[in-house]
């Protein structure tokens, strides 16, 4: 390796630790109001349970961005490498029991997919003193963005750790606590996609900005003894979820040079049960918003709204979302929403 590459090897390298918004593809760094094109966020990444929004956790990075070239510098990648403390599954659990009630006596729903009655017999346990860091793991993650322009941004995102059993039978674990059970991997893997065409071509008019991610991700249930006695109560858990938006201006103005009206759609997806509904020997498995068992319905919605910055730190937001369950009519529990919200960043 000569002079010049390695010196674009030591360029670049930036190393951070404490506490911070997990690196994983693009919208939940990029989730706040101010930033964010919606009132809303996708459902991928906030209720649909396929990764755990609004990640924040403590951990050390390591950011490369080398730079390229001499007169006209580019800086076309970016890799992010780290470990933090916490977990996917453990992480999507502890904001259940912040943000979703639950009556006195219910357990906080497991990652791992329950087992139903027509698959095996039950057993289930319970779940105490779930904390962002209920184990003595870390996990690993892994970012790379790609940009062969400066508006255009692909790339892909992984992280992969352990997670306790989130149900264990109480004899075998008496006076222990969740550190103490067997751990199972959970791990997510997603892609994503931006281009903003109105800075890649000179145009009279302005150009849409695109945007879109897909997640996919295993929460594994821990491997004990009583899978064997054929009493086990929970399964691994499959996930997929993602989002595709546009956001087209209706015109430019010249005086502040920013985006006139805005009108946008995004379509959502998100099934944090791949495996429901299926087929068994015994019989169906059917999702049922009615049911007891949680988070195993898939949910599309269509959303569609208007933003306008009045100014550059000073936006308005309008939206309707239509949200369709999986089941078709006879499972829809008519959530539909309609939100307006007014942001100023100072």
Known sequence: MGQEGAAVVRRGFRTSGGVFIVPFGL??????????????????????????????DMGVTIKWK?????????????IDLGVINGDACTQTRTMDALYRYQPVGQA????????????VPRGDGFVLGITPDNNGNKSLLARLQIRPVPALNFGGSYIWGTHPQSQFPSPQ????????????????????????LDEVVASRYPLPHLRGEVVYGVDSVGKTSMMMLGEQALADRRMLGGYAQIAQPLWRRKKTRLPGL??????????????VPGRTKDGYVLSDFADRYLYDEAL??????LRFPVLP???LKGEYMFVREEGGRSNRVFNDAFSLQAVADF
């Not at 760094?29 to 101010?34: T, W």
């Not at 070239?69 to 970016?78: D, K, L, Y």
């Not at 674990?173 to 903003?196: C, E, I, S």
Request: hydrophobic letters at 35%; charged letters at 25%.
């Open 313 to 315: 730190r000073f936006n």
């Open 262 to 275: 805005i009108v946008q759609y995004r379509f959502d997806f998100a099934d944090p049960d791949r495996a």
């Open 66 to 78: 080398p730079t390229f070239g001499g007169a006209r510098p580019i800086r076309p990648i970016e």
């Open 108 to 119: 906080v729903p497991p990652c791992e997919r329950q087992l139903r009655d027509v698959e």
């Open 173 to 196: 674990y008496m006076g222990k606590g969740y550190p103490d059970t067997v751990q199972a991997p959970t791990w997510r893997v997603g892609a994503h996609f931006d281009l903003n």
């Open 27 to 56: 919208e939940d760094e990029e989730h706040d109001a101010p930033v964010r094109w919606w009132v809303t966020r996708p459902l991928a990444m906030s209720v649909g349970r396929i990764y755990p929004g609004s990640w924040i």
């Open 300 to 305: 599309q919605a269509h959303v569609v709204g």
